[in-house]
């Protein structure tokens, strides 16, 4: 089964920082692009960050470019999220996504986790 769980979210303060991680299995890792997004109920979810198989290229949105960072360790099948200079409107839950387009890497199918929530206040 593939499985994808996150970690890391929490409380802060504007102005702070906080580091995301997200433990895959199931699936050929290396091989596969990952994402973290976030969403808010009602609302269509957010990307946040792509990530290429091999790390050499990431996207970003336009809200969180300059200050988010997303990484990968393969031979920890793990992939991370720095968040810094956090302001209170990244307040969210935050996922870990990964799309398996062949099956020579896994299940076909978009997976995530059961997220993590990402608070940002006074």
């Known amino acids: 089964q593939v499985q994808l769980v996150e970690s890391g979210g929490g409380l802060v303060q504007p102005g702070g920082s906080l580091r995301l991680s997200c433990a895959a299995s199931?699936?050929?890792?290396?091989?596969?692009?990952m994402n973290w997004f976030r969403q808010v109920p009602g609302k269509e979810r957010e990307l946040v960050a792509t990530i290429t198989g091999t790390g050499g290229s990431t996207t970003y949105a336009d809200s969180v470019k300059g200050r988010f960072t997303i990484s990968r360790d393969n031979a920890k099948n793990t992939v991370y999220l720095q968040m810094n200079s956090l302001r209170p409107e990244d307040t969210d839950v935050y996922y870990c996504?990964?799309?398996?387009?062949?099956?020579?890497?896994?299940?076909?199918?978009?997976?995530w986790g059961q997220g993590t929530q990402v608070t940002v206040s006074s």
């Open positions: 199931g699936f050929t890792f290396s091989s596969v692009a």
């Open positions: 996504d990964a799309v398996v387009t062949t099956v020579w890497f896994g299940p076909k199918g978009t997976y």
